[in-house]
Nanobody
Framework: QVQLVESEGGLVQAGDSLKLSCAAS????????MGWFRQAPGKERELVAA????????WSADSVKGRITIARDNAKNTVYLQIDSLKPEDTAVYYC????????????????WGQGTQVTVSS
């Protein structure tokens, strides 16, 4: 079992940057891959970025490619998500998640979830 807690998102302006963090406790953090999902109102939850256990490999969705960076610090049991050049369509609840096995680029491989944090981008 692992517990995940995201930092607060908040209200930001279009064009700004935002960095979220997710702190993990419980099972050894470095043993699993991590991902960030988001769910906009009326839409399905989507995987937007993922990182393998060591941080040597990352993946991002086409919808955010070039604007998003995922990183992890295994010494601090924390994964980060930075989104640059924010757009109103980035408004969503953002979730971090942990995958104990399988292909970390696939949404269905995630086993544990944080409670989510709201990010609202105003135009």
């Amino acid at each position: 079992q692992v517990q995940l807690v995201e930092s607060e998102g908040g209200l930001v302006q279009a064009g700004d940057s935002l960095k979220l963090s997710c702190a993990a406790s419980g099972r050894t953090f470095s043993s699993y891959a991590m991902g960030w999902f988001r769910q906009a109102p009326g839409k399905e939850r989507e995987l937007v970025a993922a990182i393998n256990w060591s941080g040597s490999n990352t993946w991002s969705a086409d919808s955010v490619k070039g604007r998003i960076t995922i990183a992890r610090d295994n010494a601090k049991n924390t994964v980060y998500l930075q989104i640059d050049s924010l757009k109103p369509e980035d408004t969503a609840v953002y979730y971090c998640a942990a995958s104990v096995g399988g292909d970390y680029r696939l949404a269905h491989e995630y086993d544990y979830w944080g409670q989510g944090t709201q990010v609202t981008v105003s135009s």
